[in-house]
Antibody, heavy 126, light 107 residues
Framework: EVQLVESGGDLVQPGRSLRLSCTASGFRFGDYGMSWVRQAPGKGLEWVSFIRSKRYGENTEYAASVKGRFTISRDDSKSIGYLQMNSLKTEDTAVYYC?????????????????WGQGTLVTVSS | EIVLTQSPGTLSLSPGESATLSCRASQTVSSSYLAWYQQKPGQAPRLLFYGVSSRATGIPDRFSGSGSGTDFTLTISRLEPEDFAVYYCQQYGTSPTFGQGTKVEIK
């Protein structure tokens, strides 16, 4: 069974940093791309970042709203993906989901998300 | 950025009825890179379709996706109780964007 489990969400003050983790199981993590998608309380979905598999160059993409502040990475040996979030703002408050992105479904730019974790809550407030 | 506008905002229907959900893009969605997701309260989204009409694993055939260019439709025939949820479209041909969602509620 495919499983994605996010962790690391917390209450942090504006300007501080936080690192989220996504632990994958039930599939070959290294064969897939991975994204982070967030959802502010009571709001819709917002794509945040994407990293390709090593086979596809491990290239990364970021939403304009987080570019320069967030960094996505992966450790295929541990089947874990990460999202390093720096200079956090109140508008970053959301549930953050990690997703599995199958490359055969993808465009040159990005992918649909065929599996999702249950999410981890990040609250940015003073 | 491609803006996706979903309509209606809320659809009130009874089990057994059909639902037609619209997703309109502000520019052409390249190569039909459009997906649909279902989200129930307190749960993560679930992929329904990618590439406009390719059904994801385990999605029943009462769900269908169609459209091209800037106009896309998700149709649910014979609504089951478990189909009442919020539905989102997403384009992933450029920097991904989601629509604001359509809520399908029980009438």
């Amino acid at each position: 069974e495919v499983q994605l489990v996010e962790s690391g969400g917390d209450l942090v003050q504006p300007g501080r940093s936080l690192r989220l983790s996504c632990t994958a199981s039930g599939f070959r993590f290294g064969d897939y791309g991975m994204s982070w998608v967030r959802q502010a309380p009571g709001k819709g979905l917002e794509w945040v970042s994407f990293i390709r598999s090593k086979r596809y160059g491990e290239n990364t993409e970021y939403a304009a709203s987080v570019k320069g502040r967030f960094t996505i990475s992966r450790d295929d040996s541990k089947s874990i993906g990460y999202l390093q979030m720096n200079s956090l703002k109140t508008e970053d408050t959301a549930v953050y989901y990690c997703t599995r992105d199958p490359h055969p479904y993808c465009s040159n730019i990005n992918c649909p998300h065929d599996s999702w974790g249950q999410g981890t809550l990040v609250t940015v407030s003073s | 950025e491609i803006v996706l506008t979903q309509s209606p905002g809320t659809l009130s229907l009874s089990p057994g009825e059909s639902a037609t959900l619209s997703c309109r893009a502000s520019q052409t969605v390249s190569s039909s890179y459009l997906a649909w997701y279902q989200q129930k309260p307190g749960q993560a989204p679930r992929l329904l379709f990618y590439g406009v009409s390719s059904r994801a694993t385990g999605i029943p055939d009462r769900f269908s996706g169609s459209g091209s260019g800037t106009d896309f439709t998700l149709t649910i025939s014979r609504l089951e109780p478990e189909d009442f949820a919020v539905y989102y479209c997403q384009q992933y041909g450029t920097s991904p964007t989601f629509g604001q969602g359509t809520k399908v509620e029980i009438k």
